[in-house]
């Protein structure tokens, strides 16, 4: 069993910027895809970002060049920083470690953005 915890959402003027954290613990396999999903209300929960352990990130066409997920693999934390934020990015975002067959998801953290 792996168990996620996220902090760092909060509340944000548009422009803003904000740092999510995610710490995993439990049975971590060295080859994993940890990543952040984002889910607004009467949406679908979908892809903000990923990376895998060699480190290669992917990310949403509508977050590219404003978010930044990086990890650190002796803490089994991901970062997610989200810059220039924008009303749409309203969401609670969820933190996302998949291995082998097993997908494990965090409780999820509000970020609302909002002059």
């Known amino acids: 069993q792996v168990q996620l915890v996220e902090s760092g959402g909060g509340l944000v003027q548009p422009g803003g910027s904000l740092r999510l954290s995610c710490a995993a613990s439990g049975s971590i396999f060295s080859i994993r895809i940890m990543g952040w999903y984002r889910q607004a209300p009467g949406n679908q929960r979908e892809l903000v970002a990923t990376i895998n352990n060699s480190g290669s990130t992917n990310y949403a066409d509508s977050v590219k060049g404003r978010f930044t997920i990086s990890r650190d693999s002796a803490k089994n934390t991901v970062y997610l920083q989200m810059n220039s934020l924008k009303p749409e990015d309203t969401a609670v975002y969820y933190c996302?470690?998949?291995?082998?067959?097993?997908?494990?998801w965090g409780q999820g953290t509000q970020v609302t953005v909002s002059s």
């Open positions: 996302n470690l998949r291995q082998l067959v097993e997908n494990y």
